[in-house]
């Protein structure tokens, strides 16, 4: 079995601070990643997608990608509390079509 | 922005009943996906369709479970006699490349 694995949280910052959300992946062979944003009782919402390794930014997030430590993290800068809420981390099956989600991490930004 | 649309956002059915989810992806998108999100649990992969048939799906979706695009627009999801281990939301994605986006959500209460 493929596993994504986060951290449940909660995760606590406090507005303006620097969130950092971790993920791990069993198969090294993964090629593509995926941060979502759940809000509670609504559908995950696509953030930003990485599939190189190294840093790729967009806005205030930045997805950073180890694949030797099989290691995925999404920064959030200049936190708000409008970013409370669960993030998802995602691997795509090698068949190119499923996404295999970690249970996601709980961030609680606190003004 | 285009979006996914779903119908219903709510659908309460008895167990033993067949019950049809569909879902409009976005418009030029080619890729379409079925996943469940039983509540406090993660997000689980269906079933993904392409140039009309099923491209890959999970140990889940079995022969209870079928899918569908009846139109241009439409792409269904029917669970033939369902069980209360049903209850779920159900989302519908779809995607033009890689990137996933997510429609609102059926809420299935299976009673």
């Known amino acids: 079995q493929k596993e994504v694995e986060q951290n449940s949280g909660p995760l606590s910052v406090p507005e303006g601070a620097i969130a950092s959300l971790n993920c791990t992946y069993s198969?090294?062979?993964?090629?593509?990643f995926f941060w979502y944003r759940q809000y509670s009782g609504k559908s995950p919402e696509l953030i930003m997608f990485?599939?190189?390794?190294g840093d790729k930014e967009d806005g205030r997030f930045t997805a950073q990608l180890n694949k030797a430590s099989q290691y995925v993290s999404l920064l959030i800068r200049d936190s708000q509390p409008s970013d409370s809420a669960t993030y998802l981390c995602?691997?795509?099956?090698?068949?190119?079509?499923?996404?295999?989600f970690g249970k996601g991490t709980s961030l609680l930004v606190t003004p | 922005e285009p979006e996914v649309t779903q119908t219903p956002s709510h659908q309460v059915t008895q167990m033993g009943q067949e019950v049809i989810l569909r879902c409009v992806p976005i418009?030029?998108?080619?890729?379409f996906y079925w996943y469940r999100q039983i509540l406090g649990q993660k997000v689980e992969f269906l079933v993904s369709?392409?140039?009309?048939?099923?491209?890959?799906k999970s140990e889940i979706f079995d022969d209870q479970f079928s899918v569908e695009r009846p139109d241009g627009s439409n792409f269904t999801l029917k669970i033939r006699s369902t069980k209360l281990e049903d209850s779920a939301m159900y989302f519908c994605?779809?995607?033009?490349?890689?990137?996933?986006?997510f429609g609102p959500g059926t809420r299935l209460t299976v009673t």
């Open positions: 994605a779809s995607s033009f490349d890689v990137e996933q986006y």
């Open positions: 198969d090294r062979g993964s090629q593509s």
């Open positions: 990485i599939y190189s390794n």
């Open positions: 995602a691997v795509i099956s090698n068949s190119g079509y499923a996404l295999n």
């Open positions: 418009s030029n998108h080619l890729y």
């Open positions: 369709f392409y140039n009309n048939e099923i491209s890959e």
